[in-house]
């Protein structure tokens, strides 16, 4: 499955574009939080169209892990809010991922997306502050939250 998923993110188009995230009313897919914070999050979009949004990447990364709702045959697409541009989505083939101390997300993983790999080296601050890949990002969040195996499909 996680191959497949790879596959359609090399293949996204690129560029920004609003989230679907109405500030302050919307709740997260996977943790239930309220989304308030305008520079962190992303979401999932099935083929259906039905979209799925989170507050943090890392609760991106624990549904994909956990309980993905969605068969990989129909991903659309998958974006993250583009911490620079906060309010705005990047597919995730175009983002660079940080850990980095500097920034506290609403999970508390400190996980942003940045647009390029020179913007994610100037946001990398403390000496284990690192760039990321994205099947690092969901190790490092099974890791973090000690998550149980993945629901059968």
């Not at 998923?5 to 679907?20: D, S």
């Not at 620079?84 to 983002?95: C, I, Q, R, Y």
């Not at 690192?130 to 059968?152: F, M, N, R, T």
Request: with cysteine; hydrophobic share 40%; charged share 20%.
């Amino acid at each position: 499955m996680p191959t497949v998923i790879v596959f359609f993110l090399l293949i996204l188009p690129q560029g920004n574009r609003a989230t679907h995230v109405d500030y302050g009313k919307s709740e997260c897919a996977y943790c239930r939080m309220i989304i308030d914070k305008k520079q962190f999050g992303g979401e999932f979009e099935a083929k259906s169209g039905k979209v799925f949004i989170f507050d943090a990447i890392e609760c991106l990364a624990a549904s994909y892990y956990r309980d993905w709702n969605v068969p990989s045959r129909d991903v659309k697409s998958i974006r993250f809010v583009n911490y620079s541009k906060p309010g705005t989505l990047m597919d995730a083939s175009a983002a660079t991922l940080v850990r980095t101390s500097s920034v506290l997300t609403p999970m508390g993983v400190n996980i942003i997306a940045l647009p390029s790999r020179a913007a994610a080296l100037k946001m990398k601050k403390a000496l284990d502050d690192a760039i990321i890949s994205w099947k690092e990002c969901v190790e490092l969040v099974k890791g973090y939250w000690h998550l149980p195996p993945p629901k059968p499909q």
